[in-house]
């Protein structure tokens, strides 16, 4: 047990999904940045995924690709995701982060781990990095009490099904839909598919990511899955301008979407 | 030597290389590596495979001796494996026919593939054409600008090429575009990888596939009456350079020589020399040399040479390095620019910027070395797509006459 699985058990038990919100760290720049994600607390996210930002993200979309870019333009640096940890901590949600590996490498996975858990944060979200290509961080994070929160896909095998929900603790990210990070008009069957394969092969809680843009859809994924992950929509909201308020907005409608599920 | 060196099956050589990709792909990479593993010594696979290189790309490519050349580099006999011979003008088809032929096998109808200076766009839309493949092809937008003729070529030939926009707008962005085509479209696509480098199977599988030029370039030299002192090639992921080694690996009296490009020299920061200037690191789903900044961040490459330009190496190139097999060498824009001179005005032959590296090295080499050397370069293409970039560095443009 963890942070972060005792805080989507506690959704659980009022009947209700957790929400997840997503945000770059550094934009429009750290310190609205940082703002921004006290926002998704205030406005009723349960966990703040904190992304430090990288030059290559393969499996972003173009709204996120582009707050990446600014970020690292104006010099944000893998230290500031650390510090965003802490804020988010402090303001009463379950921080972790979603990182490209190089970074956590770089870094040293046995460093990147403990500095978390430093910070505050509970886990990490590895969007290019599969249980099976990097046993050194499932074990710098099993020693460092850190959740690692694998991915599955439409395309995952019922093998890997098996060997990604073993490795993973906290919570298993599902993307219902083939493709990168952004907004989609309709998620379909496939992500019910996905959260009841994913159970099938062991897992205790199942968050959906990708595509997730409205209270709609949100109610919709809250009525099968223990989470729904909201990134785009609320990088959008943000916009370069940093409109905190829009922002504000925006969370609370995927808020009162994951209490409406039937 | 406790074993061969040659044709290591990865996924990872030394501690490099490996799968480091989102979990989307991991079901199409075992995929591929099991059409791989059977189609590589299936008859019908080989046979096909062996048809197309003779009868399409007109293999075996021969190997010229360039003596008024070899007079700028110490007097060494120096001589060329004609890649740049190839149909569609360079290396890049040994490998596209191999993949495309995989494609058929996987029952997919729609290939996709990065390209730098245009090479492997167009040799993969060459391929795509012949065997009735839709064919997506990215490129960085300002690889476009500069290998304008490539993507008319690319194009013509039935491709759709997109302009990559983003980051550097160069052959790394192109590949993250690709990458991310290939999580949406997993079912239907085959990603045609144009380098020995990305995850597992492609460092090995583009490798095999390009071990054909020092299988026969090996045979040719000892016809010619003996094995090189050394071979050289040009390295941007590596596989001309991984295709021209692999059959001398276990020749231990030849020097393999990899040739990076140092742009405007390595300590200026501009350049694209990866295992000079780099350090260990994950970037397009190995684990390999790149270059980057303290925290992980991909560092802008530069070259003169859009197949170059790129800020990462093949796996297989970081462990050679790593085990003193073959050396790597930074050749600046300026030295390629000097051998692609020399070489077009004592042979007449127009060598792709690219290969124009390896020259360079083959003359700092046969200084070196001196008469009673023998060098075999690689010269890995043509250079009428550089036709215009070279005019433009000679101040031979006839708007700039005046």
Not at chain 1, 231 to 236: L, S
Request: glycine fraction near 10%.
């Amino acid at each position: 047990m963890s942070a972060l699985t005792d805080r989507l058990d506690a959704c659980k038990a009022e009947g209700r999904a957790a929400l997840v919100g997503y945000l770059p760290v550094g934009y429009p720049d750290v310190e609205t940045s940082i703002a921004a994600m006290r926002v998704l607390v205030e406005a009723g996210c349960d966990v703040v995924e904190v992304g430090p930002p990288y030059s290559d993200p393969v499996l972003d979309g173009p709204v996120i690709q582009h707050a990446a870019a600014v970020a690292l333009e104006r010099g944000v640096t893998v230290d500031d995701a650390f510090v965003a940890v802490r804020a988010v901590a402090e303001a009463g949600a379950v921080p972790v982060v979603m990182s490209y590996a190089n970074l956590m490498l770089q870094r040293g996975w046995d460093r990147f781990a403990a500095d978390l858990r430093a910070a505050g944060g509970a886990g990490v979200i590895t969007p290019d990095l599969t249980p099976d290509a990097a046993p050194e961080w499932v074990d710098a994070a099993r020693a460092a009490e850190v959740d690692t929160i694998f991915l599955v896909a439409p395309s995952t095998t019922r093998e890997r099904m098996r060997l990604t929900c073993d490795a993973t603790r906290g919570f298993v990210y599902a993307t219902p839909l083939m493709g990168v990070t952004g907004e989609r008009a309709a998620l379909g069957d496939a992500a019910e598919r996905v959260v009841r394969e994913a159970r099938e092969a062991g897992a205790e809680r199942v968050c959906i990511g990708v595509g997730v843009s409205t209270g709609e859809q949100a109610a919709e994924v809250a009525g099968f899955a223990d989470g729904v992950i909201v990134g785009t929509a609320f990088v959008r909201a943000l916009g370069d301008e940093g409109d905190l308020e829009r922002l504000r907005a925006k969370v609370a409608e995927l808020a009162a979407g994951v209490r409406s599920a039937a | 030597m406790t074993g061969s060196l040659q044709s290591a099956p990865g996924p990872f050589f030394g501690e490099f290389g490996g799968r480091f990709v989102p979990e989307a792909l991991m079901a199409a990479l075992d995929e591929l590596t099991d059409a791989y593993d059977k189609a590589r010594i299936d008859p019908a696979f080989t046979g096909e495979l062996e048809r197309l290189a003779r009868d399409y790309t007109g293999r075996p490519s021969i190997v010229t001796e360039v003596p008024r050349f070899a007079a700028h580099a110490g007097g060494a006999r120096v001589f060329l494996k004609r890649e740049d011979l190839n149909h569609t003008g360079s290396h890049k088809i040994n490998n596209v026919l191999g993949q495309a032929l995989l494609t058929k096998r996987l029952g997919k109808s729609r290939v996709i593939a990065e390209t730098g200076a245009g090479q492997h766009g167009v040799a993969t839309a060459t391929a795509a054409a012949l065997m009735d493949l839709e064919c997506v092809i990215y490129m960085g937008e300002e690889d476009t600008e500069r290998q304008s003729l490539n993507v008319a070529r690319m194009r013509l030939l039935g491709a759709e090429v997109i302009p990559v926009a983003t980051g550097t707008r160069t052959l790394r962005d192109a590949i993250n575009e690709a990458f991310r085509d290939w999580v949406a479209n997993v079912d239907t696509t085959n990603y045609v990888f144009g380098t020995a480098a990305g995850p597992h199977p492609f460092p090995a599988m583009v490798r095999d596939f390009q071990r054909v030029i020092s299988v026969e370039a090996r045979e040719q030299m000892l016809a010619l009456g003996g094995l090189p002192d050394a071979v050289l090639a040009c390295v941007g992921g590596g596989s001309n350079a991984i295709g021209s080694f692999d059959a001398f690996l276990d020749d231990a009296s030849v020097r393999l020589i990899g040739c990076e490009a140092a742009g405007d020299g390595v300590e200026t920061g501009r350049h694209a020399a990866t295992l000079t200037g780099g350090r260990p690191g994950i970037l397009h789903g190995s684990l390999s040399y790149i270059l980057q900044d303290a925290d992980g961040q991909t560092q802008p490459s530069h070259s003169i040479s859009a197949g170059l330009d790129y800020p990462g190496v093949g796996p297989e190139h970081t462990w050679l390095s790593s085990i003193g097999r073959a050396e790597y060498w930074p050749v600046t824009d300026a030295e390629a620019m000097e051998a692609f001179r020399l070489l077009t005005r004592t042979e007449g032959i127009l060598p792709a910027i690219e290969s124009a590296h390896a020259l360079a090295g083959a003359i700092r080499l046969g200084k070196e070395l001196g008469p009673g050397a023998t060098l075999l370069v690689t010269l890995s293409g043509r250079g009428d797509k550089d036709v215009e970039q070279a005019a433009r560095w000679f101040d031979m443009l006839p708007e700039e006459d005046a």
